[in-house]
């Protein structure tokens, strides 16, 4: 594109010094002065230079000339620049000064008429419509007039040529200007896409910053519900059995309650290390969930004297491992505020499975809280109240959830849920 219109501009600086060559020979041929038609040659071309040099520094720094087709006004707004502003007006000069040395080599012979072409061309790039016609039909007649009143007759031919003549100048100076308007959409174009790219990769890059960070904050929620649910409650525990063993006198159960005292803290160790390793709960080690959830409820029961009753209903084999870590942590942290809250004297837990979905229910006979109360409670995890939110939280995150009925005095029921293809992916 670039390289076309360089072409179509040198092409027009060489026919034009080709037209006036040949008008300067046929004239002194036919017997014009030579001193005075090289004189005045020189000085039209001098002055076609000029404004070509002029142009040439003024596209250079940012201004509009003449003998530029594509001089950066036009490259800017798109537009043949008009006559009005500051260097469309140094162009308008420029032109009527060649037309004014134009009409003088005319005057001397009118073998020069043909150098109009040239004048078509430019009056084609530089000026609009409304002042290239006019000015074209101007030139037009001058062509027409000089040779008839040289020779003195008026050939058809003498009008239709040169008006086909201006008429095609005209005609491409405009596609010249498309072409120049054409390849300025083009850059913006491939600039605005370049702008678009560098956006669309900015914000991807901003997107997966986000994800990093997401990504991070569930892991952080993760490892804070597994230290309330697991390192928190087995300390809790310890700080109860400890208490009891205070104050009990029997040296026997003083025993029983160091035993408890010691496992509790070693099966804390153990979790300890499983949360630092971020692996499974040590229950599951290699265990279906409905053993690792009676194995709790044994360890329970040995701890509290409060006894239990597992229901299974179902397959609930081979689930996925993110549920199965779900329920059991439900399960722990529901005996957790049973042992901390319910004073009960019984706990069943049933586990059954659907076609789609896993649901674990924990029911104890206690004393029973208002659980709207709990949940308007403000949310500070060293204030308590933080076990039964966490725990909708995990269950929420595997697309489950966890419902509570109760009431003071009416007992406790949790009823959690998983739907089965969740954590398939994880
Ligand atoms: N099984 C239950 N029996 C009686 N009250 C309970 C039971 N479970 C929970 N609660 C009440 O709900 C509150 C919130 O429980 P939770 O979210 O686990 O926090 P935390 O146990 O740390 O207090 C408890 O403080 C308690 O008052
Ligand atoms: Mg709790």
């Known amino acids: 594109m670039d390289s076309a219109l360089r072409f179509l501009t040198g092409f027009q600086h060489l026919l034009l010094v080709a037209l006036t060559s040949i008008g300067l020979v046929r004239a002194v041929t036919l017997g014009a002065s030579p001193a005075s038609a090289v004189a005045l040659t020189v000085a039209f071309l001098g002055w076609y230079v000029l404004g070509v040099v002029f142009s040439r520094r003024r596209r250079v720094h940012g201004g509009a000339g003449p003998g530029a087709p594509a001089s ?3 490259e800017r707004t798109g537009r043949v620049p008009g006559a009005t502003s500051g260097a469309g007006s140094a162009v308008l000069v420029w032109l009527l000064g060649l037309t004014a040395l134009w009409l003088v080599l005319v005057a001397l012979s009118a073998e020069f008429v043909w150098v109009a072409f040239s004048l078509w061309l430019l009056a084609g790039h530089f000026l609009p419509w409304r002042w290239s016609v006019p000015y074209a039909l101007a030139v037009l007649a001058v062509v027409v007039v000089a040779p008839w009143h040289a020779l003195g007759v008026l050939t058809v031919a003498g009008v239709i040529g040169p008006a086909i003549g201006a008429l095609f100048a005209l005609i491409v100076s405009w596609g010249q200007v498309q072409l120049v308007r054409y390849g300025v959409e083009r850059e913006r174009l491939i600039a605005s896409l370049v702008e678009a790219q560098a956006e669309a990769e900015s914000l991807h890059a901003q997107l997966a910053a986000t994800q990093r960070e997401a990504g991070a904050l569930g892991e952080r929620a993760r490892l804070s519900r597994d230290i309330h649910d697991t390192l928190a409650q087995g300390f809790s525990s310890i700080v109860l059995l400890a208490r009891s063993a205070e104050e009990v006198t029997d040296r026997t159960r003083q025993r029983e309650l160091l035993r408890h005292i010691q496992s509790t803290a070693s099966e804390n160790l153990h979790e300890a290390r499983r949360v630092v390793a971020s692996l499974a709960p040590r229950q599951l080690d290699g265990a279906t969930l409905p053993t690792s959830l009676r194995r709790l409820l044994d360890s329970f029961t040995d ?8 229901r299974l209903d179902g397959q609930l084999d081979a689930l996925p491992t993110a549920l199965e870590v779900a329920l059991v942590r439900t399960l ?36 029973g809280f208002d659980p709207r109360a709990v949940d308007s409670r403000p949310h500070a995890p060293e204030a308590g109240g933080y076990g039964l939110s966490s725990t909708r939280a995990r269950l929420r995150e595997l697309g489950g959830g966890l419902d509570v009925e109760s009431a003071p005095g009416e007992g406790t029921a949790l009823t959690a849920h998983v739907p089965l293809r969740a954590g398939v992916a994880g």
């Open 72 to 74: 950066r006004e036009t």
């Open 303 to 310: 701890q509290t004297g409060i006894p239990t009753d597992l």
């Open 332 to 367: 722990q942290g529901a005996l957790a505020n049973v042992r901390r809250h319910a004073h009960a004297t019984r706990v069943v837990v049933s586990l059954s499975e659907t076609t789609d979905s896993v649901r674990l229910d924990v029911v104890d006979d206690g004393i």
